[in-house]
């Protein structure tokens, strides 16, 4: 399970940032029987998706967008690390059109197309395009940004 | 700080979500072996241990001749406790990253030719090593994961898992979380590969780093001693240096030890020139924390060795051991299968990659006596998948491999040194072209030209195959790559003079040769176009 923001700009993307870095997460967990133990998690990862803002039907102009939409959603539920933080940011067919967007251009991402998620701050390794919508793919995403060593 | 509690909808009665939790980690584990059955076993065509060059090559080759593959991936994490992604030595800590940092470094010199150019550069230019090491490691993140996300359009099996050996038909593969699961194969390839071997002075695996650990290192490297005067050695020296970090090499021995010495001096001279400091003959002897948290080195004469660099000692931020590598195969449990391996480099026997047990094989840096080159891994290997999947029946071709050393000036060759050419045939059979020459682009920023040099050794009798073709200079690998093509077509020595070269070139040198060792002339250019 995870935690979500919705953003519509860069300035909001490094404000949810700065946000979730300042919080903890309680997470419950039961290691034996009839212990319930409680712990604050402060580092956790985030994982940011960039996508297509979606018209008054909820449906996004961008096609891929709108197909990896569900799959997201299950894999946010079912797959991401606990605890884990998502941002996704909506950009409008215009914004992303421009190829001065900073998302295109800024180092800490160079965006090549959306949907694109990838996990704060690396740019590698990152999903794109169909494999947003790839429970598979998904799955070895989270694999490869958060190798589990123990368990 | 705030204290967020998750509150979502599936946040109901604690105790419910406890078990559906444990319920998903067992969902997250079993989900990766999907296709395998509850007892973990499994039947398939070709198990490969160790997902690097060769492996990767042999198990892509092996599928799309319609086998059924699983390859195993695992890093045992360093001394220093340095750790990668799928892909191997040559993706995470060898040639790929190697060759990033040689660039770089080769950019802060340009940088300052450019001056001469005309370029009006401001300031000094000075290397950020987290923002270059940064830089590095994320392209090879992206490497790490095309890897992954081919094998899964290969539908190979990715098993992130150490590998040993249950009987000559069983791999059994031990996960991060200890659980072990079996994999039943009719056959089995060993590419484990290589790792560092430390020196047994005192200290060193406590205080040393190897190239393991160069290529990610968290903070700048500083003044720097590389024990070792093989390849790898010789190359970070050489792009720490050109960093700017003061770099000292120690050979125990001779600098590329087993490559052409006349070659492999023109490499050091130039390094020297550079200003990196060699000690010859020489081994460390004990390595020691000092009160500032630096490491203290005290080193002497080899055993056995005469003249050299003698006793001594100094302080250094980071030791760098590069005396070789030792293949990977100890925790492999060849024995369970009775693989014979050679009993101190552990390296695997195998003839046309095939060991003494019929179905267990070999590729790569662990085959012994076999050139450790990512483009020979995977060559034998895809060979090897279409020997035992497909009809051709090709065999993998060892001899005149090309490869190039990236140190400053870089070294490329095809063929044989001039040493092993005298022992094959005799000197008196030999006729050896060579000269020096003058990169067009080195005059105007005046770089120092004294160790460009190339040679080719060829039969003295008609039909005067060249025999091997060696070239110091800027690009390297570029000019030796083409060459490698004609070796493998024998060319003679007529036929590479007869070749017309292009102007203005470092290549066109080789078609340009006319004088011999034999006639005493000298090698030294006269002018630009004679």
């Known amino acids: 399970m995870a935690v979500h923001q919705y953003v519509n700009s860069l300035q909001e993307l490094e404000a949810a940032i700065e946000q979730f870095k300042n919080i903890s997460m309680q997470v419950s967990s039961t290691p034996s029987r009839n212990e319930n133990t409680e712990h604050l998690i402060n580092d956790f990862p985030i994982f940011i998706i960039v996508s297509g803002t979606k018209d008054e039907n909820g449906v996004s102009w961008c096609p891929d967008c709108e197909k990896a939409d569900p799959v997201l959603e299950e894999a946010e539920q079912s797959l991401a690390p606990e605890p884990s933080a998502f941002i996704t940011v909506y950009l409008t067919r215009e914004e992303w059109k421009n190829p001065k967007n900073v998302f295109r251009t800024d180092g800490r991402f160079r965006l090549t197309s959306i949907p694109t998620m990838l996990k704060w701050p690396n740019r590698e390794p990152k999903l794109v395009e169909a494999q947003c919508a790839d429970i598979d793919a998904i799955k070895e995403f989270f694999d490869e940004c958060c190798p589990q060593d123990q368990d | ?530």
């Open chain 2, 1 to 530: 700080m705030s204290v967020l509690k998750i509150c979502t909808k599936s946040f109901a009665a604690s105790l419910g979500r406890q078990s559906e939790r444990s319920l998903k980690k067992i969902y997250r584990i079993s989900s990766s072996f999907r296709t395998f059955s509850t007892e973990g076993k499994l039947e398939y065509d070709l198990v490969v241990i160790g997902g690097g060059s060769g492996g990767l090559a042999c198990a892509k080759e092996a599928v799309a001749q319609g086998a059924r593959v699983a390859v195993l991936d695992y890093v045992q994490p360093s001394p220093r406790s340095t750790k990668w992604g799928l892909g191997g030595t040559c993706v995470n800590v060898g040639c790929i990253p190697k060759k990033l940092m040689h660039h770089a470094s080769l950019l802060g010199e340009a940088i300052e030719d450019a001056r001469s150019f005309g370029w009006r550069i401001p300031g000094n230019a000075e290397i950020d090593w987290l923002a270059m090491r940064d830089a590095v490691q994320d392209h090879i993140k992206s490497v790490n994961w095309v890897t992954r996300v081919s094998l899964r359009d290969n539908k190979i099996e990715y098993v992130n898992g150490r590998g040993h050996l249950a009987d000559a038909n069983t791999v059994v593969a031990t996960l991060h979380n200890k659980k072990e699961v079996l994999l039943k194969t009719k056959n089995v390839v060993v590419a484990v590969g290589a790792r560092p071997k430390y020196s047994t002075a005192i200290g060193a695996q406590e205080l040393g780093i190897s190239s393991d650990d160069i290529f990610s290192l968290e903070k700048p490297p500083g003044k720097t001693l590389v024990v070792g005067g093989g390849y790898i050695g010789l190359e970070c020296a050489g792009f720490l240096n050109g960093f700017g970090y003061p770099s000292t090499v120690m050979l125990r021995s001779v600098p590329l030890r087993g490559f052409d010495q006349q070659m492999a001096s023109m490499v050091v001279n130039e390094m020297e020139g550079r200003g990196v400091n060699f000690i010859c003959k020489c081994v460390p002897e004990s390595l020691s924390k000092t009160l500032d948290g630096r490491i203290l080195v005290k080193w002497n004469t080899t055993p056995g060795a005469s003249g050299g660099s003698g006793q001594g000692e100094d302080v250094f931020d980071t030791v760098l051991f590069a005396v070789g590598r030792k293949a990977v195969t100890d925790s492999l449990a060849l024995d369970k299968a009775g693989v014979e391996t050679h009993r101190e480099t552990g390296k695997i026997f195998t003839t046309n990659e095939q060991t003494n047990v019929p179905n267990i094989f070999a590729v790569g840096d662990v085959l012994h006596r076999k050139p450790e080159l990512t483009p020979v891994a995977v060559q034998a290997g895809r060979l090897l998948a279409r020997r035992m999947f497909g009809n051709d029946k090709t065999l993998m071709d060892y001899d005149n491999v090309a490869t190039t050393v990236f140190t400053p000036l870089e070294y490329g060759f095809v063929g044989l040194s001039e040493e092993e050419s005298e022992k094959r045939h005799g000197p008196e059979n030999l006729e050896v072209y060579h000269a020096f020459y003058k990169p067009t682009e080195f005059s105007i920023p005046q770089k120092d030209m004294s160790n460009c040099y190339i040679k080719v050794i060829c039969l003295r009798k008609e039909p005067r195959t060249v025999l091997g073709m060696h070239f110091v200079g800027p690009n390297a690998g570029e000019v030796i790559q083409g060459f490698s093509a004609a070796m493998k077509c024998r060319i003679t020595m007529e036929q590479l003079l007869d070749t017309i070269g292009i102007h203005p070139t470092v290549a066109e040198e080789f078609t340009r040769l006319t004088i011999t060792k034999r006639s005493g002339m000298d090698p030294n250019p006269q002018a630009c176009c004679s």
